[in-house]
């Protein structure tokens, strides 16, 4: 990876028109919508069918409650006042339930190699030490963990107590993400959060002293940040000695209205409340937060942090191996990933040449009528993945996990010369020309640049998905133009 973190990021997309994607626009995922969409029928049989056991895999838990909902989350999601924990026994219930179902379904998930566990929401953290017990328990007795199997626990900074975090660490936890998303009071308040700037530091500091790996989630875009506000903060961050600190740019795409496959309508997708704040101006401007992003790659870097993922920047020293275990299973190496949940979705993979991927329902009642009265799986839908679209889903996963993307590795699985064959290489190089991509031609590797790191979503959205997944030459030429 280059280590030139002086860059103009807003030179850069000057220079590259089809990077410039507004707010409303921008809502880029892992998740591919090429292939051919399958029912739930087909989807099962295929997943039944598939030959998992003793492969690599990641497991995930989506817990949808939160106790207080954000204005621009399009996540799936419901209220959880608190008062009744007889929602959080349900929710424990019903995500044992759909584990179950699948190890009955599919038995070759006992022997997957389950690498990492990513507990995550909505509030996973909002779960008492007795469900997290049940869930961990369940796990360890149901499918094979690997002895240094990485367990992620997400939540809220006023989730994180001193006790919380002893429980969760006794229960076998070793990771921990909290999403502060900004140490400004006003913009906490105004965007519907329910702690403010003291209580997240507290919760980061608590997390620190466990020398466990620790990531924040902070969001560039959101209203009222400057420049130099958004340095005060990650300064105030890195002052912490924070581990890990993921810098995301603000979604504000309307994923229903856009037809995607996963998530809900925020408020701020609202047309009116949408135009409404546009008009108030509260919003930095596209050029105004790769200023930000400038900045804050400069500071990072001047502190010892090094991106791996792609957004994700790390203390040197904080994994062994330079990346964590989720994004390394998740991403570079593209392996399973087995969710549960409802709006959870995962892909099954094993080193093949096409992708199986899976979608739960995203409506919550619709999840729990099928789990609690049906006993049914709680899928909504399945895509089968395969041919030039998989190779560019797995081109743009191992470019988000910011980790070199090795000639020879695609050829073994995919058959294909990514170097020499077309579309590939033009999309490839054209990538090295505008500096987004470093080729090294003695050891036929491409690996991202940090101008590549700083728009790796769009990258992988304009030149992966859209141009290599769909083949589209007018396409490309109007977005290199």
């Known amino acids: 990876m280059d280590d030139n973190y002086d860059i103009d990021l807003r030179t850069i997309l000057r220079d590259n028109p089809e990077l410039r994607i507004e707010r409303d626009d921008y809502d880029f995922n892992v998740t591919t919508n090429l292939g051919a969409r399958i029912d739930k029928e087909e989807t099962l049989s295929r997943y039944r069918k598939f030959e998992g056991e003793g492969k690599p895999a990641h497991l995930y838990l989506h817990v949808p409650l939160c106790s207080y909902i954000c204005h621009y989350c399009n996540y799936v999601k419901t209220r959880y006042s608190g008062k009744d924990e007889t929602l959080l026994d349900r929710w424990t219930k019903a995500l044992l339930a759909e584990s179950k179902e699948y190890l009955h379904l599919a038995p070759w998930l006992r022997k997957a190699r389950i690498e990492s566990i990513y507990f995550g929401g909505g509030t996973a953290a909002l779960l008492q030490e007795r469900h997290l017990r049940q869930l961990m328990e369940h796990i360890r007795e149901n499918y094979s963990l690997t002895e240094d199997c990485e367990i992620t626990l997400e939540g809220n900074p006023d989730n994180f107590d001193e006790k919380k975090i002893d429980t969760a660490i006794e229960l076998g936890y070793n990771r921990f993400s909290v999403g502060i998303q900004s140490l400004d009071d006003r913009i906490l308040k105004f965007v519907g959060r329910g702690h403010n700037a003291e209580?997240?530091?507290?919760?980061?500091?608590?997390?620190?002293?466990?020398?466990?790996?620790?990531?924040?989630?902070?969001?560039?875009?959101?209203?009222?940040?400057?420049?130099?506000?958004?340095?005060?903060?990650?300064?105030?961050?890195?002052?912490?000695?924070?581990?890990?600190i993921s810098i995301y740019r603000l979604r504000n795409a309307d994923r229903v209205g856009l037809g995607l496959d996963i998530g809900q309508r925020s408020a701020w997708n609202m047309p009116e409340i949408s135009k409404t704040l546009d008009r108030r101006g509260v919003f930095p401007t596209l050029d105004e937060i790769y200023s930000m992003r400038s900045v804050l790659m400069r500071l990072l870097s001047e502190h010892g942090y090094c991106p791996a993922p792609a957004a994700w920047w790390s203390r040197s020293g904080v994994y062994p191996d330079g990346i964590s275990a989720t994004p390394r299973n998740k991403w570079q190496n593209m392996d399973s990933m087995i969710a549960f949940g409802p709006g959870a979705y995962g892909?099954?993979?094993?080193?093949?040449?096409?992708?199986?991927?899976?979608?739960?329902?995203?409506?919550?009642?619709?999840?729990?009528?099928?789990?609690?009265?049906?006993?049914?799986?709680?899928?909504?839908?399945?895509?089968?993945?395969?041919?030039?679209?998989?190779?560019?889903?797995?081109?743009?996963?191992?470019?988000?996990?910011?980790?070199?993307?090795?000639?020879?590795?695609?050829?073994?699985?995919?058959?294909?010369?990514?170097?020499?064959?077309?579309?590939?290489?033009?999309?490839l190089f054209a990538l090295v020309e505008k500096g987004f991509l470093h080729f090294s031609p003695e050891d036929t590797y491409f690996t991202p640049t940090l101008a590549g790191e700083a728009f790796h979503e769009e990258i992988v959205h304009v030149y992966f998905k859209q141009w290599l997944g769909s083949l589209n030459p007018s396409q490309f030429q109007l977005a290199t133009s």
Do not use: C
């Open 199 to 244: 209580t997240a530091v507290k919760a980061v500091k608590e997390l620190v002293r466990t020398g466990f790996p620790v990531n924040v989630d902070y969001i560039l875009g959101m209203p009222f940040q400057t420049v130099h506000s958004v340095a005060r903060e990650i300064g105030a961050l890195v002052a912490l000695e924070t581990p890990q």
């Open 347 to 427: 892909w099954l993979t094993g080193g093949r040449k096409d992708i199986i991927q899976t979608h739960n329902t995203t409506n919550i009642s619709d999840y729990l009528y099928l789990i609690e009265n049906l006993k049914d799986i709680p899928l909504s839908h399945g895509r089968y993945v395969a041919g030039k679209e998989a190779i560019a889903t797995a081109l743009g996963f191992i470019f988000k996990a910011y980790q070199k993307l090795d000639v020879r590795k695609i050829k073994e699985r995919f058959h294909v010369d990514i170097l020499n064959e077309e579309p590939y290489r033009e999309v």
